[in-house]
């Protein structure tokens, strides 16, 4: 299956994952290749996947590349809401534009983070 795994986590977290792949190319071992959309903070992940984002995402997942027009169709809401959403999801590296419309070449999304209790 196709999956992005969206994490959070810094630069600190992603020089470790960086190295650990290193060293596994070194001894002659595949690194496991995945497609990963990091976040410093949940707030940041939570203000680009918004509820109303993620159900753009939601929909184009698995679909090939649509119109925004149909994906607006798709989801029920205005074409200029749905436009200013699609244009940070593309910022964001979320979605791609391509001649043919908005895409998501992904068929799911795996959110892998932690929770944990206020200090």
Do not use: C, W
């Amino acid at each position: 299956m196709n999956t992005l795994i969206v994490r959070l986590g810094g630069m600190d977290d992603i020089r470790n994952r960086i190295a650990v792949a290193a060293k596994l190319a070194s001894e002659g071992k595949d690194p496991e290749a995945n497609s990963t959309l990091n976040f410093a903070s949940y707030e940041d992940m939570h203000r680009i996947l918004a509820p109303s984002r993620l159900a753009l995402v939601k929909t184009l997942a698995g679909q090939g590349a649509l119109s925004i027009r149909e994906l607006a169709r798709r989801v029920g809401r205005d074409v200029q809401a749905v436009h200013r959403d699609v244009t940070t999801l593309i910022n964001s590296g979320v979605v791609e534009r391509s001649d043919k419309g908005i895409e998501f070449p992904y068929e799911n999304i795996h959110f892998e983070f932690d929770v944990r209790a206020a200090a």
